[in-house]
T-cell receptor
Framework: DTGVSQDPRHKITKRGQNVTFRCDPI?????LYWYRQTLGQGPEFLTY????????KSRLLSDRFSAERPKGSFSTLEIQRTEQGDSAMYLC????????????FGEGSWLTVV | AQSVTQLGSHVSVSEGALVLLRCNYS??????LFWYVQYPNQGLQLLLK??????LVKGINGFEAEFKKSETSFHLTKPSAHMSDAAEYFC????????????FGKGTRLSVIA
């Protein structure tokens, strides 16, 4: 399978705990995106990388959220001190750099904070 | 800045009937426009995209969309609905420079009645 891979697919955590999600993009894609989606809503942009550089962060990305892409390949999204409002699906996507290229999404990582 | 508005959070059609899902966009730069489909508990799959070539764009599964600059619209259509078309559909926009991430609408849930 050469698509975008996310792990874990489901995570249940207690409020206040830290969680980390991993994303492996399509290998030749140098752009990697994180989105958040809550029930009944469209995906909301969080941040994106071009290679290892984090080029843009949304205001939605509070200081409890941090994303890295250390070697320009896989990426991690960490949420510290989780809150119930963090419950959502976290979607990773990747694309080539050129404008208009299709962004390919992974299956998503569901987070439930109890 | 870019944004999209999807008119109608839920559309219901009979099997074999025309599907019309509406999307209007706002963009300060020439836009690239996309339609994605999401099945339950899955990521997003690209249906079709407009990147300034032909204004009538054909996609997968018999869907097509027409870019109308004068109306700032990019409505999605399919002549004959199939039960397997039942899903959530998202319209998205990005700037043609390629340096802005996709901005999604809130989505339209399509139900197909036998």
């Amino acid at each position: 399978d050469t698509g975008v891979s996310q792990d874990p697919r489901h995570k249940i955590t207690k409020r206040g705990q830290n969680v980390t999600f991993r994303c492996d993009p399509i290998s030749e894609h140098n752009r990697l995106y994180w989105y958040r989606q809550t029930l009944g809503q469209g995906p909301e942009f969080l941040t994106y990388f071009q290679n290892e550089a984090q080029l843009e962060k949304s205001r939605l990305l509070s200081d409890r959220f941090s994303a890295e892409r250390p070697k320009g390949s896989f990426s991690t999204l960490e949420i510290q001190r989780t809150e119930q409002g963090d419950s959502a699906m976290y979607l990773c996507a990747s694309s080539p750099q050129r404008a208009g290229n299709t962004i390919y999404f992974g299956e998503g990582s569901w987070l439930t904070v109890v | 800045a870019q944004s999209v508005t999807q008119l109608g959070s839920h559309v219901s059609v009979s099997e074999g009937a025309l599907v019309l899902l509406r999307c209007n966009y706002s963009s300060s730069v020439p836009p690239y426009l996309f339609w994605y489909v999401q099945y339950p508990n899955q990521g997003l799959q690209l249906l079709l995209k407009y990147t300034s070539a032909a204004t009538l764009v054909k996609g997968i599964n018999g869907f097509e969309a027409e870019f109308k600059k004068s109306e700032t619209s990019f409505h999605l259509t399919k002549p004959s609905a199939h039960m397997s078309d039942a899903a959530e559909y998202f319209c998205a926009v990005s700037g043609a420079s390629g340096n802005t991430p996709l901005v999604f609408g809130k989505g339209t849930r399509l139900s197909v009645i036998a």
